[in-house]
């Protein structure tokens, strides 16, 4: 092996990283000159939104949006190629290897290492994002009223998030690294197989033993509202066991619903920013700008019926399905060219040594770049598709009026700007913008009167 080939591998990762953030940054600004010159509000909103509101959603994007690139720019490009350059990944696995020296445990053994590895490199990645997170939330949301957390709460939350992080990824990684060095030849099926598993134990505990230690869940009280989305619930032969709302307030003002869980035990979450007034009876207690905000009941239920249409026309399954498929092509690719050493010499270590968790970084995250680059613009496509599919499914229950009402109040009390590029929107937008599904609603009425 020459370090030729080293030195060709590690200019192709940064050219990557470049090329890949270049994109990234030239996509974006498309979008900032659009919340630049976008002045007046769109037709299709002049009754909903006001001036006042639609250059205040011009203002959050334009800042969202500068923040965005200024963090590309500095982390993603400048400090992530200064890394790859000075071998930081090499130096961290050493220093990994006299960690465990230090503590007199096994240095050869690769698990042991790898698992300290994974503690200093999160370490360092916390302290490295805690500048731009502090930034975002303190001064980003509270700038423009959407932040909610004190300090004290910012700091505990962000402990809870790292220890719990730390407690999950540790005997992951070893379990990964133990498959790898005993699974033979064919290691990346067994791999496949048990991060599918793991994927789906996840899916179903961390709503009920992990999301709790982060925001307060209380159940949905008896009334109109509860009754109604039992109603609607059973007519779908949705198997609704809990039905929860979040009081995430605490942490930011904006709003969303979600449903959870396997087979036939499903919970649904209401964030207490999408209930009217907070869902308070007595809207005493809220300050002036939160009075009024939230959806109505019938709006609510417009929401959930989009949501469960998720779940009737098989949304979350094919997602689970599409996901597994593109793991296995990933272990695939894994199973075949980890063991290449210029992967290896290129990040700073010596030749012959080659950490299986090094490789798995080196893989996924620079190998397959334009791959993964690819699947997920795939997936983005596919979501919008499945989003409309969802509002088709909420229009024929009979909540036409209600959704395009939910919509545009969510999109006004969160500030979502209307007016997008279209290469932004289609490169980076999950959901279609409020005014194509608004404009797809008109659509799906004509259609019905013609019909």
Request: net charge neutral; charged share 20%; with cysteine.
């Amino acid at each position: 092996m020459s370090s030729l080939d080293a030195d060709t591998v590690l200019l192709s990762i940064l050219f990557l990283v470049v090329i890949e953030n270049a994109l990234e940054i030239y996509i974006s600004l498309r979008q900032v000159k659009v919340y630049r010159t976008a002045l007046k509000v769109p037709a299709e909103l002049t009754s909903h939104m006001g001036e006042d509101t639609f250059h205040k959603a011009r203002k959050y994007g334009l800042d969202q949006e500068k923040f965005g690139i200024f963090k590309a720019v500095v982390m993603d490009v400048g400090l992530l190629c200064m890394e790859l350059y000075i071998g930081l990944i090499a130096v961290l696995w050493q220093l990994s290897v006299q960690v465990v020296d230090k503590l007199q445990w096994d240095s050869k053994n690769e698990i042991i290492v790898s698992c300290v590895f994974v503690l200093i490199s999160n370490v360092l990645s916390t302290f490295k994002g805690l500048p731009f997170k502090i930034y975002k939330i303190f001064v980003l949301e509270e700038t423009h009223g959407f932040n909610k957390q004190t300090a004290k709460f910012f700091a505990w939350d962000q402990l809870k998030g790292f220890l719990v992080t730390q407690v999950l990824m540790i005997p992951i990684t070893a379990a990964i690294i133990f498959i790898v060095q005993r699974g033979g030849d064919n290691f990346f099926i067994w791999l496949w197989i048990f991060t599918g598993v793991i994927s789906l134990v996840l899916l179903t505990l961390y709503p009920i033993f992990i999301a709790p230690l982060f925001d307060k869940y209380t159940p949905l009280e008896k009334g109109a509202l509860r009754q109604s989305i039992e109603d609607l619930a059973a007519s779908l032969k949705f198997p609704l066991t809990k039905l929860f709302v979040v009081e995430g307030s605490k942490r930011s003002s904006h709003s969303n619903a979600y449903f959870y869980g396997l087979w036939n035990s499903k919970r649904i979450v209401l964030f207490d920013t999408l209930l009217l007034n907070k869902g308070k009876p007595d809207d005493s207690e809220l300050s002036e700008e939160e009075k009024g905000k939230g959806c109505t009941d019938e709006e609510v239920l417009a929401v959930l019926g989009h949501e469960l249409g998720h779940w009737k026309l098989g949304h979350v399954t094919k997602n689970i399905i599409i996901m597994q498929v593109h793991l296995f092509l990933m272990f695939l690719v894994f199973g075949n060219v980890f063991k290449y050493p210029p992967f290896y010499v290129a990040m700073g270590f010596q030749p012959g040594t080659r950490p299986i968790l090094v490789g798995l970084l080196i893989v996924f995250t620079y190998v397959l770049a334009p791959y993964n680059a690819l699947m997920n613009f795939a997936m983005t496509i596919l979501s919008r598709r499945f989003e409309y599919q969802a509002d088709e499914f909420a229009f024929k229950l009979g909540f036409a009026e209600q959704l395009g009402q939910a919509l545009i109040k969510l999109n006004v009390d969160n500030l979502g700007f209307p007016v997008y590029d279209w290469l932004y929107s289609t490169w980076n937008h999950s959901h279609p913008t409020l005014l194509q599904r608004l404009n797809r609603l008109k659509e799906l009425k004509e259609e019905k009167k013609l019909n």
